[in-house]
């Protein structure tokens, strides 16, 4: 599936998204999952009223907590049979992300400010619908 764009963001990189993520075909078809489950709120973003810097800050991100997910699960291999609803919940809430050690002050803040939008997103659009 293909998101188009309205603003100046390249984002033909995001269907490659779960390839990156794996090291694994396993990894590859869960990172598929993650990616239905994020497909939605990008295309949100893309029409929002957000700057393209923005909008851009929050799809890295994205891209960054997928990477996190997969690494998580190569780790806790029991967590593979996890829905990957359950997994984001586990990993964000209306106050934060998963802490990445590599990540800055500033970026662990920004990594934060996305999760906690994506979450509102998930429960009133994903979850509430279970």
Known sequence: M???MKRKIDISEIDKWPGSWAGT???LEYGRRIME???PFIRG???SSY???TMKVHIDNLWLLGGHIIKHINYHKENRKQDPRFLLTRFID???GPNISDLSEYEQKSFDRTCRKYYKYLVKNVLNKI
């Open 25 to 27: 075909d396993e990894d």
């Open 2 to 4: 293909q998101i188009v």
């Open 37 to 39: 489950l994020m497909k």
């Open 45 to 47: 973003l893309l029409n």
């Open 51 to 53: 700057s393209s810097k």
């Open 94 to 96: 209306s106050f934060d």
